[in-house]
Structures are given as C-alpha cells and as structure tokens.
C-alpha cells in the first residue's frame, strides 16, 4: 500500500525542484500508476498549481504541459491533425474516460512503462522533453537515461510537421 506522510502544493518551479532532490520525496500527478505501488513517500510534491496543463501552439511547434492529461491529448484537434490521430489512437484505448482524465502524459513519459502506447507515439513522433534544470533532451535519450538521473519534466515539443501543416501543405495522413 501506498503511504505518504506529507503533502505539499509547489508554489513554484525552484521549490517543487528542490523538495523532488531528497529521494524520500516524489512529485505527484494523477497517481494512477504511483498509487498501485508499495512506495513510502515522506513528501508528495503536487505540480498542479503551477500551470504546466495547457496545450499551447508556438509559432514552431506544440508544447504540451506535463500535467496535461491524457484525455486532453485524445481530445486536441490541433495535435491531432499534425500527427494525423496517432496521438489520439495512442491513448483511446486506456483503461476508460475517468482513468485518462485523471492520468497525465508526465507520468506517462516519466514512468518509461514498456507497456506504454503513449511513449511508443512520442518516440516515433520525434519529441523533445524539456527538463527544469536540465535543459531540452531527446525524448529517445530522455527514455534512456537511469530514474536516478531523471530530472522533473516540465513540457515535451512536438516540433515535427509543425511548420508545414501551418502554412497549409499538401502533407496527407
């Protein structure tokens, strides 16, 4: 059974960064996966305060917050089109509505599950992780990296097609 002893809402990026770097402690989102562990976790670090569950277009790419959930992703006309319903079909198929209401593609980036349709979709659509701290990595080198290395992930950029699907070109699904 899962076991936490405190809770903590960040109030900020630098302060969610610095409880996450005792080992002890753990960032949190939908708990989905985290929740069916036999963890003790001394704090429970809550990013949901912080902005990060917004889907925003740039001029060159999408970037997607990484407590977006993931029936955010399956509903996104936009990132949809660009990746011609793969990202939708990725997570359809996931337990049910309320489970994918509830799960955030953060967790499901993080947790690097091999069972996962959704890291399988953002590997071949050839995003980038953005690390508070650490910088943009490939997701590829992201997926790689040992869990003791792994920093929070802020956002992932979907930057493939973004230019051309904007200005309208003759790309097809």
Do not use: P
């Not at 069916?36 to 060159?60: C, H, P, R, Y």
């Not at 029936?71 to 198929?93: A, F, K, Y």
């Not at 040992?146 to 790309?171: F, M, P, T, W």
């Amino acid at each position: 059974m899962l076991k936490i002893k405190q809770y903590v809402k960040a109030e900020s990026l630098e302060q969610a960064y610095e409880l996450n770097q005792k080992k002890t402690n753990r960032i949190v989102g939908g708990m989905l996966w985290l929740k069916m562990s036999t963890a003790q976790i001394q704090t429970a670090i809550d990013l949901s305060g912080l902005g990060l569950d917004q889907i925003e277009e740039t001029e060159d790419a999408w970037k997607i917050g990484c407590m977006v959930s993931l029936r955010d992703l399956e509903l996104h006309e936009g990132l949809n089109e660009l990746s011609c319903n793969m990202i939708r079909e990725s997570v359809r198929s996931i337990v049910g509505v309320q489970f994918r209401n509830l799960a955030t593609i953060g967790g499901s980036i993080f947790g690097r599950f091999g069972f996962s349709d959704v890291l399988t979709c953002f590997l071949a659509l050839d995003i980038e992780v953005e690390l508070y701290k650490g910088g943009i990595i490939s997701l590829e080198e992201f997926a790689k990296m040992e869990r003791e290395c792994l920093e929070n992930i802020l956002s992932l950029k979907l930057s493939l097609y973004a230019q051309s699907a904007k200005k309208g070109s003759s790309r097809r699904c």
